[in-house]
T-cell receptor, first 118, second 111 residues
C-alpha cells in the first residue's frame, strides 16, 4: 500500500487478556520499528527489524511483549496478560535502509493502535 | 547517557518570532540526522533531514555540528500552525543501525 497500515486502530481489553497488534509496512521497506507512546510522553522504542538480521529487541519492557515479522513484511506485536500500564498508542514505522540513497532511513509511521487496558 | 537528548520545553512564542531548538547525540559515529514533527494525537512525520553543510527549507533551517555532536532547528517567522512537538532523530553508526528518537521539544505559537 501507499502508507503504513496498522490495525486495530483502537482496542479496549480487560486486564489479563492477550492482544495482537498488526502492522503492514510500505512495500519494499526492509526496516520496521515498533514504538509506544503514553499520553503526553515521548516515543518509547520497543523493537526493530532489519531485513533478515536478528531483530533488536532491547526495548521490549517485559517478556509479556513479543513481536514477529513474517516474510519480511507484515509484523505482529503481541502483548500477553495485559496490564493497565500497557495502555498506550502503539506506533509502527518502516523505512528503506542505506546511507545515501534518497529517502533512506526516513521513517513513515502508521496512524497507531490505541490500546486501553481496563 | 541517552543516545539523543533534547530540551523538552515547552517553548511558548508569539507569532512571527524566531525560535531555535537544540539536540545532542552521544554516538560520534552517527551518520544520519533528522527532525520530525508530531502534532497532538497524531503520528510523527518527517520535517527535514539534516545535512552536514546545513540546509534550509523555507522558514526552517537545520544545522549539524559534528565536533560538538549537536543538531539544531531554527524556525523563523513562527506561525500558529508550527505548534507541535519537534523530535530529533539520529541514526546509529552502522548501515543497519537503528534510529534513535529524542523525547521531543514542545512548541506553542500564540497569536
Amino acid at each position: 500500500g501507499a502508507g503504513v497500515s496498522q490495525s486495530p486502530s483502537n482496542k479496549v481489553t480487560e486486564k489479563g487478556k492477550d492482544v495482537e497488534l498488526r502492522c503492514d509496512p510500505i512495500s519494499g521497506h526492509t526496516a520496521l520499528y515498533w514504538y509506544r507512546q503514553s499520553l503526553g510522553q515521548g516515543l518509547e522504542f520497543l523493537i526493530y527489524f532489519q531485513g533478515n538480521s536478528a531483530p533488536d529487541k532491547s526495548g521490549l519492557p517485559s517478556d509479556r511483549f513479543s513481536a514477529e515479522r513474517t516474510g519480511g513484511s507484515v509484523s505482529t506485536l503481541t502483548i500477553q496478560r495485559t496490564q493497565q500500564e500497557d495502555s498506550a498508542v502503539y506506533l509502527c514505522a518502516s523505512s528503506s535502509p542505506g546511507l545515501r540513497s534518497s529517502g533512506a532511513n526516513v521513517l513513515t509511521f502508521g496512524a497507531g493502535s490505541r490500546l486501553t487496558v481496563l | 547517557r541517552k543516545e539523543v537528548e533534547q530540551d523538552p520545553g515547552p517553548f511558548n512564542v508569539p507569532e512571527g518570532a524566531t525560535v531555535a531548538f537544540n539536540c545532542t547525540y552521544s554516538n560520534s559515529a552517527s551518520q544520519s540526522f533528522f527532525w520530525y514533527r508530531q502534532d497532538c494525537r497524531k503520528e510523527p512525520k518527517l520535517l527535514m533531514s539534516v545535512y552536514s553543510s546545513g540546509n534550509e527549507d523555507g522558514r526552517f533551517t537545520a544545522q549539524l555540528n559534528r565536533a560538538s555532536q549537536y543538531i539544531s532547528l531554527l524556525i523563523r517567522d513562527s506561525k500558529l500552525s508550527d505548534s507541535a512537538t519537534y523530535l530529533c532523530v539520529v541514526k546509529a553508526g552502522s548501515t543497519l543501525g537503528r534510529l534513535y528518537f529524542g523525547r521531543g521539544t514542545q512548541l506553542t505559537v500564540w497569536p
